[in-house]
């Protein structure tokens, strides 16, 4: 009984957050640019990765945190047609984290910046880099925007 328990906890993890065989190819993702072109305009990915170790955490810390900015380069406003959809964050080739953004709302960090989170991450790191993709949509277009060695910070 505890064996098939064990094993719907575990598929309902996977299900929720997947940690391997992405929608996307592993190299496809690792080979999307670091800045993208939208109508003339350059975005760059920003990214802040963090585990929580703080006192009312468990002792081995609660799940990674990605939060994530897309900036115009240019500093001017941020266009409303654009959105970021998906988020893979990219240990090795076998290990990749695949997830939507929270719905959460969020301040806006600055105009010419979005600014989203997704929660509930693998217990990788801290101290490690990953490299981190952000799917972007402008209507019917699709765009992968990559951030490489990015690092997995420690909040105590």
Not at 30 to 35: H, V, Y
Request: charged share 25%.
């Amino acid at each position: 009984m505890f064996l098939k328990i064990l094993v719907v906890m575990v598929s309902i993890v996977i299900a929720g957050c997947m940690l391997f065989r992405p929608s996307i190819s592993v190299d496809r993702l690792l080979s999307a640019p670091e800045q993208i072109e939208i109508d003339g305009r350059n975005y760059i990915l920003e990214t802040h990765l963090w585990r929580d170790f703080m006192p009312v955490s468990p002792p081995d810390g609660k799940p990674l945190i990605a939060l994530i900015r897309i900036t115009a380069t240019d500093s001017l406003e941020f266009p409303p047609s654009i959105d970021a959809r998906l988020l893979w964050v990219i240990k090795s080739p076998q290990e990749v984290w695949e997830t939507k953004f929270s719905e959460e709302a969020r301040s806006t960090c600055s105009r010419y910046q979005l600014e989203k989170v997704a929660r509930k991450g693998p217990k990788w790191g801290p101290g490690i880099e990953v490299d981190v993709v952000v799917k972007i949509v402008d209507g019917e277009n699709e765009y992968l925007l990559r951030a490489s060695n990015q690092v997995i910070l420690r909040t105590d």
